[in-house]
């Protein structure tokens, strides 16, 4: 499965009419383009703001959910999130809403180190973010779901795989089967849904930020949980979190490892079409899993 394609044309000239007719203030600042993910097109405005329009129709209803919810669940976070600080409606031909967001310097997870202390502050992310969600906050039909949800999805990536010579080994399909017969007896929390190394920016070995709030949902916080074998690469690390977080209950740590291995086929065969660095966290996300598989926590 490669990167979906853009569902409309976005340049720097057009972003630079949709500033100047909406954010006139802004329009003299210079404008850089930094990166086109599955979702978003990113731009740097200046040097503190970036600009994030959606380049298919489905990223449109998730950017508005940021726009929504962030300004609520930033106060409570102990680290930084892209609580929009200007918006945008269609116009010039750009059919959605779009975002003004702050400028966060760092590198992805996936190119930086975390150091030790970190865990700590994931931990801390994690039990501030995972509260009670309105009834009215977003659902997500990929992400917070129950994982029984997801099995054809597994069973196609999986077939993907070993088609492509990379079989999933047994100790991750017993994780996945382990994870699907855990219980569902945690209530739901808000989650960020998509908490994988490159929405976690690092700067000289601090989580500087958690980027990339579109699928933020209320639902299963074990899908975030899984971000423990997505993000640390230490052994003693990916302990402490799951220490820290005591009160966890073992089975959402059982859901959360299914989580991971789901991501973690994903990542790899996705990356595998046309982006070796999603490529190396799936695999680095297997890895792991399979270096704690003889724990039970």
């Not at 892209?82 to 003004?100: A, D, K, L």
């Not at 995972?130 to 129950?146: F, I, K, L, Q, S």
């Not at 999603?278 to 003889?294: F, H, K, V, Y």
Request: glycine share 6%; proline share 9%.
């Amino acid at each position: 499965m490669v990167t979906p394609p853009a569902e409309v044309a976005i340049d720097a000239a057009l972003v630079r009419r949709l500033i100047a007719t909406q954010h006139p203030e802004l329009a003299a600042c210079p404008l850089t383009p930094v990166a086109a993910g599955w979702d978003n097109e990113i731009y740097r405005l200046g040097d503190d703001l970036v600009v994030r329009l959606p380049r298919r129709a489905l990223a449109a209803t998730l950017v508005a959910h940021e726009q929504r919810w962030l300004p609520v669940l930033a106060p409570r976070l102990p680290i930084e999130i892209p609580v929009p600080v200007r918006t945008g409606h269609p116009e010039h031909g750009y059919p959605w809403p779009w975002s003004i967001t702050p400028w966060f310097e760092g590198m992805t997870a996936d190119l930086a180190e975390l150091a030790a202390g970190e865990a700590q502050r994931l931990a801390a992310f994690l039990r501030a973010l995972h509260a009670p969600a309105p009834e009215d906050a977003p659902r997500n039909p990929y992400r917070g779901v129950p994982l029984a949800e997801r099995v054809t999805v597994y069973e196609q990536r999986r077939a993907s795989l070993a088609a492509r010579g990379e079989p999933v080994e047994g100790d991750i399909h017993a994780i996945w089967v382990d994870a699907l017969a855990a219980p569902a007896d945690t209530d739901p929390t808000w989650i960020h849904g998509d908490l994988h190394p490159r929405n976690v920016l690092v700067r000289s070995g601090r989580i500087a930020a958690i980027i990339d709030w579109g699928d933020v949902a209320r639902g299963d916080r074990a899908t975030d949980l899984a971000a423990v074998w997505l993000v640390l690469a230490d052994t003693a690390a990916r302990r402490r979190v799951i220490a820290d977080l005591g009160d966890v209950p073992l089975s959402a740590w059982r859901r959360a490892r299914g989580w991971a291995a789901l991501q973690a086929l994903i990542l790899l065969d996705a990356g595998l079409a046309d982006d070796p660095r999603m490529a190396a966290i799936g695999r680095a996300t297997l890895t792991r899993l399979g270096a704690d598989s003889g724990h039970q926590d």
